[in-house]
């Protein structure tokens, strides 16, 4: 993976993506020269997102990690891979989406996903 170097990304570039400007200056903080590359998985994460109730933007992100940073489960992307600063009740609501695009995409075995959703739960239950 490439070293992020902070980027100055054009806002007028992306006018077309639901994603506020707030939003759009998180992510160019955390993901610098990769932004653009996640805002197309931004563009493509539409139906996923929708598919398993997630909100779009994290969609994108989880799409992006297993793709380009190789994450495995949901604590390896929450703590160890991404800086982005997400809601927690919001991820609470959004458990059982983020868990079900993580084993589509990863072939979890069914022992696999009670294990991950386990662990998730466990640590979402500590952040409060």
């Not at 992306?14 to 998985?41: N, P």
């Not at 992307?77 to 991820?91: A, E």
Request: with cysteine; charged share 30%.
């Amino acid at each position: 993976m490439s070293i992020n170097q902070k980027k100055q990304v054009d806002p007028d570039e992306f006018e077309s993506l639901a994603i506020d400007q707030a939003e759009l200056s998180q992510i160019t903080k955390v993901y610098g020269d990769q932004t653009t590359q996640l805002l197309k998985y931004y563009q493509r994460a539409e139906k996923k997102s929708t598919k398993h109730k997630i909100n779009q933007l994290l969609c994108a992100e989880l799409l992006y990690s297993i793709e380009q940073t190789a994450i495995y489960s949901p604590l390896d992307f929450f703590i160890r891979r991404t800086r982005m600063i997400h809601d927690l009740d919001h991820l609470s609501e959004q458990t059982t989406g983020i868990l079900n695009l993580l084993a589509q995409q990863l072939a979890w075995t069914k022992e696999e996903r009670s294990y991950f959703e386990r662990e998730f739960r466990i640590w979402l239950t500590e952040q409060d």
